[in-house]
């Protein structure tokens, strides 16, 4: 059975640091497309970044030079680690597995809640 | 990167059809088959409903159903049922090598 359990959320002050994990079951993750989507208290959905199976990233202009995403292939597990947050940034961060650029979230944890406040 | 556009909300009576659109341009949905929905209940997490513009993942129910025509993609929901009420999202690739959601839709069942 996939599952995807998202960890490391918290409230953080502007300006500051935090990392997400995302423990994978069930699949291997750097098999698969790996992708952060976040989602703002009452807003929509906000594709954040992606890795590749092959290892090639991309980030949403949003995050881009500010957050970096990765994956321990011993751990199967995905980060994202982000930086200079901004108030902003203040969303439940889902991971979510991909198979294909036509299947790109296919499996999604259940999310981390992080709040970026003074 | 711009989201995708989306109506506000939809809403329809019990055994209805409903039809959400998603707009976006050239560069996502009008270049790429790669476009995605999702069912977003309150307090949980998406759950994907169609990819590949018109296909259905293993126990989605056949009243869901989606296409395309030039910049605009199509969810729509048949034979509407109150466990339907939920979020719509669509999702496309983009020539950015990036993906974008859709503004979202809720949907109401009166």
């Known amino acids: 059975e996939v599952q995807l359990v998202e960890s490391g959320g918290g409230l953080i002050q502007p300006g500051g640091s935090l990392r997400l994990s995302c423990a994978a079951s069930?699949?291997?993750?750097?098999?698969?497309?790996m992708s952060w989507v976040r989602q703002a208290p009452g807003k929509g959905l906000e594709w954040v970044s992606v890795?590749?199976?092959?290892?090639?990233?991309y980030y949403a202009d949003s995050v881009k030079g500010r957050f970096t995403i990765s994956r321990d292939n011993s751990k199967n597990t995905l980060y994202l680690q982000m930086n200079s947050l901004r108030a902003e940034d203040t969303a439940v961060y889902y991971c979510?597995?991909?198979?294909?650029?036509?299947?790109?979230?296919?499996?999604w944890g259940q999310g981390t809640l992080v709040t970026v406040s003074s | 990167q711009s989201a995708l556009t989306q109506p506000a909300s939809v809403s329809g009576s019990p055994g209805q059809s409903i039809t959400i659109s998603c707009t976006g341009t050239?560069?996502?949905?009008?270049?790429?088959?790669?476009v995605s929905w999702y069912q977003q209940h309150p307090g949980k997490a998406p759950k994907l409903m169609i990819y590949?513009?018109?296909n259905r993942p293993s126990g989605v129910s056949n009243r869901f159903s989606g296409s395309k025509s030039g910049n605009t993609a199509s969810l729509t929901i048949s034979g509407l049922q109150a466990e339907d009420e939920a979020d719509y999202y669509c999702?496309?690739?983009?020539?950015?090598?990036?993906?974008?959601f859709g503004t979202g839709t809720k949907v109401t069942v009166l």
């Open positions: 979510a597995r991909g198979y294909s650029l036509v299947l790109p979230f296919d499996y």
């Open positions: 069930g699949f291997t993750v750097s098999s698969n497309y």
């Open positions: 890795i590749y199976s092959g290892g090639s990233t």
């Open positions: 050239s560069s996502d949905v009008g270049g790429y088959n790669y």
């Open positions: 590949d513009v018109s």
């Open positions: 999702n496309s690739y983009t020539s950015s090598n990036t993906y974008v």
